[in-house]
């Protein structure tokens, strides 16, 4: 293996163990409402409370997704094309959802239903912590992958 591609295969390791870290990050930042929802009822037994759910929806999708990118940094060093083409599909699929998302929440960004209520940036956090690793590991594995087709 030359150095170059020894150094790219390091690089793309390092980005996916941070993407890695990120998701087990953005689970854990979803963590508190599930937490408030078990500890303190609501008072109205005939309203839904959906407190939490963010966090078991994220906990039951993006968990899998680390596992399966923790195994493909582990394997990158001993077989790079398989585990760089599985890190570039689910990352493309993660960017995917979160442009689907983006498109069919742009009629409603104004919208607040509850005025009173004050912005929560944690969630801006945890999609920030789930789409930019994903971008910059297709960045790099998209980088990697023209320098090798020029060098033949």
Do not use: E
């Not at 020894?6 to 599930?34: D, E, G, Y």
């Not at 689910?90 to 004050?118: F, K, M, N, Q």
């Not at 999609?127 to 960045?139: G, K, Q, S």
């Amino acid at each position: 293996m030359s150095a170059n591609k020894s150094r790219a295969v390091k690089v793309l390791r390092v980005t996916v163990v941070a993407q890695v870290f990120a998701i087990v990050a953005a689970i854990l930042i979803s963590a508190p409402n599930f937490i408030d929802k078990l500890t303190q009822p609501v008072a109205c037994h005939a309203c839904l409370d959906f407190r939490g759910v963010d966090f078991v929806f994220y906990g039951v999708f993006f968990t899998p997704v680390a596992l399966v990118l923790a195994l493909a940094a582990w394997q990158l060093p001993r077989r790079p094309r398989l585990a760089t083409a599985l890190v570039v599909v689910i990352d493309l699929a993660i960017l995917g959802l979160a442009a689907y998302t983006v498109i069919t929440c742009l009629p409603y960004l104004g919208v607040r239903l509850d005025p009173d209520a004050p912005p929560y940036p944690w969630d801006w956090v945890r999609d920030a912590l789930i789409v930019l690793p994903a971008l910059a590991n297709v960045l790099l594995a998209g980088a990697a992958g023209v320098r090798r087709f020029r060098s033949g």
